[in-house]
């Protein structure tokens, strides 16, 4: 479940991201009420089965099971949860299924439920940014990472080359973010991995700061944009929990 919304006094309409159908809307009748089947079991970043009818926009939920798997993520894992929920709520249209995308998701919520401390922190950052690389490869909007877009020339290994709204990637100013052609092929290649999700977690892992802070920066720059917004909700939401 990506979102909710409450829709009459007992009822619940619900945002959820599934795997053959992409992201659909579900009205969950009587969900609020305290004696609902529905209660426990209809929480955010948790798999579930879910049984629904209708050909209405909106169907009716008619049966949700929890499936197992994790915990609940917490603090920090927990806000980067509903981040991601949140880009899929702006750049996924309804009935569009995306099989891979939703086994990244998947993926990276397996990742923010395992232990928060020390190293792990990285592990999450990594999978974080390996999901909005596969969101925005799967949407259309993140151009071939192994050549300049508008040019077709191929990357230098070590020239410096930042990914921009609307002209995808060129050649980077003094003061830009910025990856090495290198890093930028590498990452090409992990994105056309047979399981792609780990692949690129694993190859963002092995970055250095310099090199993670850049693609982070680039990334978010081009998620704004396309989301039509100059920061999310939930990044102001973290913004604001860190300075309290």
């Known amino acids: 479940m990506l979102h909710r919304y ?22 969950a009748k009587g969900a609020k009420r305290p004696s609902s089947n529905f209660r426990p079991v209809l929480l955010p970043l948790q798999p579930l089965q879910l049984n629904y009818g209708g050909d209405a926009e909106i169907r009716t939920l008619k049966g949700a099971e929890w499936m197992g798997g994790h915990v609940m993520p ?11 929920n949140e880009l899929l709520l702006r750049l996924l249209a309804r009935d569009d299924a995306h099989e891979a995308l939703f086994d990244a998701y998947a993926g990276v919520v397996q990742v923010l439920a395992g232990d928060h401390a020390g190293a792990q922190a990285a592990t999450q950052a990594a999978a974080l940014r390996a999901f909005e690389l596969l ?15 508008l040019t077709l020339e191929p990357l230098v290994a070590d020239a410096r080359y930042t990914l921009v709204p ?15 052609g290198a890093d930028w092929q590498s990452l090409q290649g992990v994105l056309d991995d047979r399981a792609p999700f780990t692949a690129t977690l694993r190859e ?32 102001q939401m973290m913004r604001d929990l860190q300075a309290l």
Do not use: K
């Open 166 to 180: 609307e002209a995808g990637l060129r050649l980077a100013g003094e003061d830009e973010a910025a990856l090495a």
């Open 74 to 84: 917490t603090g920090e894992a927990l806000l980067s949860g509903y981040y991601i």
């Open 135 to 149: 969101l925005l490869r799967e949407v259309g909007l993140l151009p071939s990472l192994d050549a300049q877009t």
């Open 6 to 27: 409450d829709w009459s006094e007992s009822s619940l309409i619900l945002e959820v991201f599934t795997r053959h159908h992409g992201r659909i809307a579900l009205v």
């Open 204 to 235: 963002i892992a092995t970055m250095n700061a310099g090199s993670n802070s850049a693609l982070r920066n680039q990334l978010r720059a081009l998620l704004n944009y396309h989301c039509g917004v100059s920061t999310l909700r939930t990044r």
